[in-house]
Every structure is written in structure tokens, then in C-alpha cells.
């Protein structure tokens, strides 16, 4: 019976032997399953990293460096499996050494796993403190590996590291590329465009030549047209004289037109601009001397008996005094004219003996005066015996020497300050005329000519409307409104060669009629001030300008003027 207990226990014994056994086959392969979860799970985890670190590959070091997310959820994964751990402990009470030997073969089980698998989780679980303590180490010594996490070695074991650095370097060489190409169409750009230039240049040069040679063929057959129409019309010029600006400050309404030595630009008061044409402009820039060049081969044509008049017309200040008179170191059109007339008369003596004679008068109010004689006389017009007007009573003085010249029109101009005190009216309430003859006779055959010289500086221009004058003042602009009117309508007439020329409706055309009739020439120089205060009598000026100027068109068809120019305009340039 004994024999039989201790074989039922035996048996007993074997058979729990048998059953723990199985358990822990069963425990182990639970273990294992669990192991093989987490390592799954690890991977999972893995492939998420390495994806973000491709997103982030600029971060490597920081990544590196343990500041990865991915840590985070390989600490749950441990913390899983110590729950596990804790599970073991919860198994049955009833077999203390089941539990022992399950204790066992779990702590067994989980030591073979670690020591398997994660060595590298010692390196993943040191301190943080331990890992910044082992950084700053491995940056004071090379020699020193860094303790790189498990998951970046497995990157850099994978070789992604050195692919990524890879195509890092060759993104990087292909933008060394790029910028090359880019430096090199720079410089291909530069060098086009500067030949592109120079070809722009040199063409616009030879365009803007054969431009200007045209300009320039265009304004001598303008010229010589002009010429032939002011012998047509009686000889007959109208120039513009534009004074400089006096004030630094306004607009300069007035200029010469840059394109056309013959026109003036006029910029209106609502903004407008208008074009007109003259003669002749004189600018702003010529000099007293520059200016009596541009007169003097009229002036000239006295000395052959012709008879010149040359009228300063415009408003008071626009420079009419400073053309004719000019101040005394830098002398007018009367000085130098006279002085001329001298120079070319002694020249050309020889069987003719010239003299010259100087006569200076004002007409003020229709009344002329004599300025050469200091009780400031009255003088009539009268028509001599030889069909020419004459001043009967006044002073006719024969100037001898330049000097001379000086002197008599210094004293003409003194008696002419008299006279504007005397009368009351300031100098552009008259007109001042220097009156020269010019008289040569031929010693052989006793043939003589005269020619006259009248300079002329006309009383200021501007509207009596504008002025609200009454009284004396009213009755001298009135005075000098007829006779500038009146000047016009002769002149006029004059050029458009009329049958009746109205010489009587005033004293100055009267006293000029033998001047201004016949084979004479006459010049007026219209005065422009070029402030744009001054632009609406600066406007009159010029109305009176372009009245006077007016040609009869049938006359230049006539002549066919307007045929010849064109038949004879320059061929336009190639581009
Ligand atoms: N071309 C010029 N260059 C420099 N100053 C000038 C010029 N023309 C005129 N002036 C100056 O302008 C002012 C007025 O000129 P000026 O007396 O000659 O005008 P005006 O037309 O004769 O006037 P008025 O009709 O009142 O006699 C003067 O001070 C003169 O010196």
C-alpha cells in the first residue's frame, strides 16, 4: 500500500512537474509574443522617425542630439512591459512555488530579452544629465564617439544619413551650377546690351546728322526765301527782341523756340501755348553788340542813299530805351549805328566826300520837339523843294568823330530827362527819334545822295484800358495809341504794297513818310518782356507784330515761292 502512495505521489508530483512546465512553455511563448509585439511596435515606431527625418533633414543634429519625439513612445513601450512585469506578480496565490518558478523563468525570460535585444536601451535609458555630460565631452574630444540614440544609429547604419548628405551635396553643386549660369548670362547680357548701345548710338548719331543737315538745308532756303518776299514787300523785317528776366522770381512766359531760330514759344495765362514767327529772334543772350550785328547791314545801305527806319516797339520796361540808347558803357543801336555810318563813309571816301548830320527829336502828345536844343523848341514837318520832308527849325548838328557822335546824344538824352519833367511823362510817353543824313557828293561829276537813318524808340505800347488813366495821362495814351495804330496801318500797307499809304493820319508816319516810302527799308524790333505778369501786353506786342507782317497771298503765288521751295527740299534721311 505504502509502495502504491509513493507511486500515486510520484505520479502526482510528475504531474505538476508536467503542468508547470507547460505553463512555462505557455508563459514563455506569451513572452515572446509580447517581445515580438513591443519590437514590432519599435519599428512602427522606427519607420515614423526616419520618415520625419527625412522631412527634417536641416534638424539631423537636433535629432541626434536625443530631442526627438520617438523617445517618447519607446517609454511607453517599456513602461508596457513593467506592467506586464506586474501581472506576473498578480498570478495564482495558491501555488507559491508555481509563482516562484514562474517569478523565475519571467525574470529569466526577461533578462535572456534584454540582454538578446536592447543592449543599446542602457545607452536610450541613461539620464539626461549622463547623456549632456557625455555631449560635452564628445565635443572637446574628437576621439569620442557620441552615444547616438538606437534609432539614429539605425539611420546612419542604414546608410540615409550618408544618401541624404549625398544628395545634399549634389543639390548643392547643382546650385554652384546654377549661379554660374546665372553670372555667366549676366555678363553675356551686359556685353549685348553695351554693343546694343553703341550700334543705337552711332546709328542716332548719323540719323540726328543727316537730321540737322537738313534742318539746316531747310532754314537757309527759308531764309533766302524770306529775303526774296522782303524785297517783294518793300523790304520790310519784323524782329523779336526777348529782354531777360529782370526778376528771379514768376515764370518765364516767353522763349525762344528751341527748334526754330525764327519763332517764339508764348505760354498763355490758361496754360496755352502758342508759336509765333518773326524775322528774326533776338534772344535774351546776345549782347548789345551781337544785337546791332544782327541790324547793321541795314543800317549800312544808307551811305548807297537809301533810306533806313528802325522802330523799337513794345510796352513800358520791356527794353526798347535799352535797345536803342543802351546805357552809356555798353551803347544801344544809335551810337553804334552812327559810328558805323562813320567808319564806312571814311572807307569808301575818295571822288565822294560824305558828311553826316545829326538831328534828335520827340513827339509827345503830336507835338514833336527838338532835343538838341535845350529850350526844347516846337518843330513843324514841311515838304522841301526837293519832294522831301523837312524839320524847318531844328538843330542839325555834323558830327565829326565817334566822340563827337557820343556827345550830341548825350545832350539829346539830357534834354529828353528835361522835357519828361517839363511834360510831366515819363520816357515811354514819347517818341524819341534820332534822325541821321547821310550826304555824298561825287566831287567830279557834282552828283550827290542822301540817305536817312531814323532811329526810332517808340512811346510804351500797353492798353489805356489797362492803365485807368484819365486826365493828361489818358490824353497822351490816347495820343500814342493813334500813332503806334497808325504806324501799323503804314507799315502794313507798306508791305502788302497798297495804293494809298495813310502817311497823314499822324506826325510820327508824317515825319517819316519819305523814310518809310520807296526803295526804303525798315526794321521794327518788337520788345518782349518774358515774365508771365507781363504776357498780356507782351501778346499785344506780338498781335501788332503779326499785323504788320501780313503779306498779300496772291503776291507769293505770283512769285512762286511756294512752288520753288518744294522742289528744292533735301531728301530725308535713311534709318
Ligand atoms: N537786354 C537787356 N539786358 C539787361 N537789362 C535790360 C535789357 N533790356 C532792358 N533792360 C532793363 O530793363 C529796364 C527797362 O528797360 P527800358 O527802360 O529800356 O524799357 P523801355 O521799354 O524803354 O521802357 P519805357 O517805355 O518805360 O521807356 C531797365 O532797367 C533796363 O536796364
Same mark, same amino acid.
Given at each position: ?110 533578462? &535572456? ?229 562813320f567808319q564806312v563813309a571814311n572807307e569808301k571816301q575818295g571822288d565822294t566826300k560824305y558828311s553826316i548830320q545829326l538831328s534828335m527829336v520827340e513827339i509827345y502828345n503830336e507835338k514833336i520837339r ?88 517808340? &512811346? ?116
Amino acid at each position: 500500500m505504502e509502495g502504491a502512495t509513493d507511486t500515486t505521489d510520484y505520479f502526482q508530483q510528475c504531474k505538476y512537474i508536467h503542468e508547470v512546465e507547460l505553463l512555462n512553455m505557455k508563459l514563455q511563448m506569451r513572452i515572446l509574443e509580447t517581445h515580438l509585439e513591443t519590437k514590432d511596435r519599435l519599428l512602427r515606431n522606427l519607420e515614423d522617425i526616419i520618415d520625419e527625418q527625412e522631412a527634417r533633414i536641416a534638424n539631423m543634429e537636433d535629432f541626434i542630439q536625443g530631442r526627438s519625439p520617438g523617445y517618447v513612445a519607446r517609454n511607453q513601450i517599456l513602461k508596457g512591459i513593467s506592467v506586464l512585469s506586474l501581472d506576473f506578480g498578480a498570478l495564482s496565490e495558491e501555488n507559491l512555488r508555481l509563482k516562484a518558478a514562474l517569478a523565475q523563468h519571467q525574470k529569466a525570460a526577461r533578462m &535572456a530579452q534584454l540582454l538578446e535585444t536592447d543592449e543599446d536601451y542602457e545607452s536610450d535609458f541613461t539620464s539626461c544629465e549622463e547623456r549632456s555630460r557625455i555631449s560635452t565631452q564628445s565635443s572637446t574630444s574628437n576621439n569620442e564617439k557620441p552615444p547616438y540614440p538606437l534609432m539614429a544609429r539605425s539611420i546612419i547604419d542604414d546608410g540615409q544619413l550618408k544618401k541624404l548628405k549625398r544628395v545634399a551635396e549634389e543639390l548643392k553643386s547643382e546650385k554652384d551650377e546654377l549661379r554660374q549660369l546665372a553670372l555667366d548670362t549676366k555678363e553675356a547680357f551686359t556685353i549685348c546690351m553695351a554693343e546694343l548701345r553703341l550700334m543705337l548710338e552711332s546709328k542716332t548719331a548719323d540719323f540726328f546728322r543727316v537730321l540737322v543737315e537738313r534742318y539746316k538745308a531747310e532754314m537757309e532756303k527759308r531764309r533766302q526765301l524770306h529775303n526774296q518776299l522782303v524785297e517783294i514787300n518793300g523790304n520790310i523785317r519784323v524782329f523779336f527782341r526777348i529782354r531777360p528776366m529782370l526778376e528771379a522770381v514768376g515764370e518765364q512766359a516767353i522763349k525762344m523756340d528751341e527748334m526754330d531760330d525764327w519763332a517764339i514759344d508764348v505760354l498763355q495765362p490758361g496754360g496755352k501755348k502758342t508759336s509765333h514767327g518773326a524775322d528774326r529772334v533776338l534772344t535774351t543772350t546776345l549782347t548789345q553788340k551781337e544785337i546791332f550785328e544782327e541790324v547793321s547791314p541795314v543800317i549800312t545801305s544808307c551811305i548807297d542813299g537809301y533810306n533806313v527806319c528802325i522802330f523799337a516797339y513794345g510796352a513800358t520796361g520791356c527794353g526798347k530805351t535799352y535797345t536803342m540808347e543802351g546805357p552809356i558803357e555798353d551803347p544801344g543801336i544809335n551810337q553804334r549805328a552812327i559810328i558805323q555810318l562813320f567808319q564806312v563813309a571814311n572807307e569808301k571816301q575818295g571822288d565822294t566826300k560824305y558828311s553826316i548830320q545829326l538831328s534828335m527829336v520827340e513827339i509827345y502828345n503830336e507835338k514833336i520837339r527838338d532835343l538838341l536844343n535845350s529850350s526844347l523848341s516846337t518843330v513843324n514837318i514841311r515838304m522841301g523843294e526837293d519832294g522831301r520832308l523837312a524839320l524847318p527849325g531844328s538843330t542839325s548838328i555834323t558830327v565829326t568823330s565817334a566822340e563827337h557822335v557820343s556827345q550830341v546824344l548825350e545832350s539829346g538824352r539830357a534834354n529828353k530827362a528835361i522835357a519828361c519833367t517839363q511834360a510831366n511823362a515819363s520816357s515811354s510817353r514819347s517818341h524819341v527819334v534820332v534822325r541821321v543824313a547821310v550826304n555824298g557828293v561825287n566831287s567830279i561829276t557834282g552828283e550827290s545822295t542822301t540817305g536817312h537813318l531814323n532811329l526810332v524808340d517808340l &512811346a510804351g505800347s500797353e492798353r489805356v484800358s489797362q492803365t485807368n488813366a484819365t486826365g493828361q495821362v489818358l490824353k497822351e495814351a490816347q495820343a500814342i495809341n493813334k500813332s503806334l495804330s497808325e504806324l501799323g496801318n503804314v507799315v502794313l500797307a507798306l508791305r502788302q504794297n497798297q495804293k494809298h499809304i495813310p502817311f497823314r493820319n499822324c506826325q510820327l508816319t508824317r515825319m517819316l513818310e519819305d523814310s518809310l516810302n520807296g526803295d526804303s527799308k525798315t526794321l521794327v524790333i518788337v520788345h518782349l518782356s518774358p515774365e508771365s505778369r507781363h504776357v498780356t501786353e507782351s501778346t499785344s506786342s506780338i498781335a501788332f507784330a503779326e499785323k504788320i507782317s501780313k503779306v498779300a497771298t496772291s503776291k507769293l503765288r505770283r512769285e512762286g515761292i511756294r512752288k520753288s521751295a518744294r522742289k528744292e527740299a533735301p531728301p530725308s534721311p535713311r534709318k
